[in-house]
């Protein structure tokens, strides 16, 4: 067996995975059957080292709007390699203007100036700075189940216990409320508190939608208040729940928004957050107040700017709409079809949640999905949500091949629960 077979290469992966990265990700891969790696993507799917191409389902999550490698970021990229990838940090660098400059005319109200990060969790991590600086509270308020990242401050504004218990105490000043309960973010939003950080559409916590009007109450409290309010549409933004923004379907405007996992083009690693000008006070005072070093370099700014010209072009919050509803109605009839299994079906866009009975369930379907080559995941905060977020490029054809497969797999695991 040569040293580069499929065999040996998937092997070899999963050894220095566990010697050198994680060794609990080898025990999970090992369980799944997954001894094989991935080696290279197009579109909606991914080739193993085996050859096996599996449908994306999983989708980053949230990364791959516009799919694997898409031509247009790909050569973006390209030719900012060859021009220069990277900043002095001494001098201007047009390509960072002039994706602040893009950003402001995409996003709502009078959002205008950005700070252009790495990652969504860095893009968290500066509101909640600005926040703070600008109303000089020390308060925040949060939602229960919330996802914000895994770094200090976006971590002390996520909601799930057991992310956070090892690495308490976290920092002080946040207060978790129900989502969705507009009553609750009321009463704990006073003259202390520097922002509201909410997620338009929980995605970590299983695809939870709240009631219509949450976020125009969340504005108004705000507004009442002198709080600042944060919306993260890291993964919710840039057409993946079928407008361009989330926060769109209610026609409310932060005074922060953070960008992230699509901003890349699925090409380069990307945040931004975008904030109204009275904000931008702090970096007036001091420009070097918040900065990055590898932050808005050239090279990634180029795939920004060339992924927010085909998510325009393709319009595709409008592609996420259409399968969106496909896949959703879908899932609504498999939930129909297996009550004692599914407890609902929801989402928006193409951004699914199925919530299965029992929380092992969503281990047998992920499991049951790979047999059939498509790669999805459950919600990272809610276990017994299957999360369904493919590219918006996937055809109808691919979309029923989803809801065929798992089908199949609801169909065989009821069996075996009535043996």
């Known amino acids: 067996m040569s040293p580069t077979s499929p065999d040996d290469l998937g092997a070899l992966t999963l050894r220095r995975y566990h010697d050198h990265l994680n060794p609990g990700m080898v025990t999970l891969l090992k369980f799944m059957g997954l001894e094989i790696a991935e080696v290279s993507a197009e579109g909606c799917y991914v080739i193993a080292s085996d050859g096996t191409r599996y449908l994306d389902y999983f989708g980053g999550p949230g990364v791959f709007t516009l799919g694997h490698r898409p031509a247009s970021v790909i050569a973006a990229v390209r030719r900012q390699l060859d021009e220069m990838p990277l900043s002095s940090h001494i001098l201007p660098d047009p390509v960072l203007a002039e994706l602040a400059e893009r950003l402001a005319e995409l996003t709502p109200g009078d959002l205008q100036y950005s700070f252009v990060c790495n990652s969504g969790a860095e893009a968290v991590e500066g509101a909640l700075k600005l926040a703070r600086a600008h109303t000089q509270r020390p308060h925040f308020v949060a939602a229960q189940g919330a996802f914000h990242g895994k770094t200090f401050g976006a971590l002390s504004a996520s909601g799930r216990e057991s992310y956070r218990a090892p690495f308490q105490p976290l920092l002080s000043g946040f207060t978790h409320v129900p989502f969705g309960d507009a009553d609750a973010l009321a009463a704990a939003v006073d003259d202390q508190t520097a922002a509201v950080i909410l997620e338009p559409i929980q995605c970590e916590a299983g695809i ?81 107040i918040h900065t990055s070093t590898f932050g808005g370099n050239p090279l990634a700014c180029a795939a920004a700017l060339a992924a927010l010209e085909a998510l325009q072009t393709q319009d595709v919050a409008a592609l996420c709409q259409v399968r969106g ?39 047998l379907v992920i499991g049951g999905l790979l047999q059939n080559h498509i790669l999805a995941a459950f919600a990272m905060n809610a276990r017994e949500t299957l999360r369904l977020e493919p590219p918006a490029i996937i055809t109808e054809a691919e979309v029923d091949t989803l809801l065929t497969a798992l089908d199949d797999v609801l169909q065989m695991t009821a069996a075996l629960l009535e043996e």
Not at 331 to 352: M, N
């Open 208 to 288: 939870i939608v709240p009631p219509d009007g949450y976020l125009a109450a969340a504005r108004e409290v705000c507004d009442r208040t002198g709080a600042l309010l944060i919306l993260d549409e890291i993964q919710t933004g840039l057409g993946r729940t079928g407008k361009w923004l989330a926060c769109d379907w209610e026609g409310v405007c932060p005074d922060l928004l953070t960008l992230g996992k699509a901003l890349g083009g699925g090409v380069m690693p990307l945040g931004a957050m975008v904030a109204r000008p009275a904000i931008w006070d702090v970096f007036a005072k001091n420009p070097y």
């Open 325 to 363: 509803e496909q896949l959703l109605a879908g899932c609504q009839r498999l939930a129909a079809k297996y009550p004692s299994l599914i407890v609902e079906a929801r989402g928006r866009g193409l951004l699914v949640g199925i919530q299965f009975a029992d929380p092992d369930m969503g281990g």
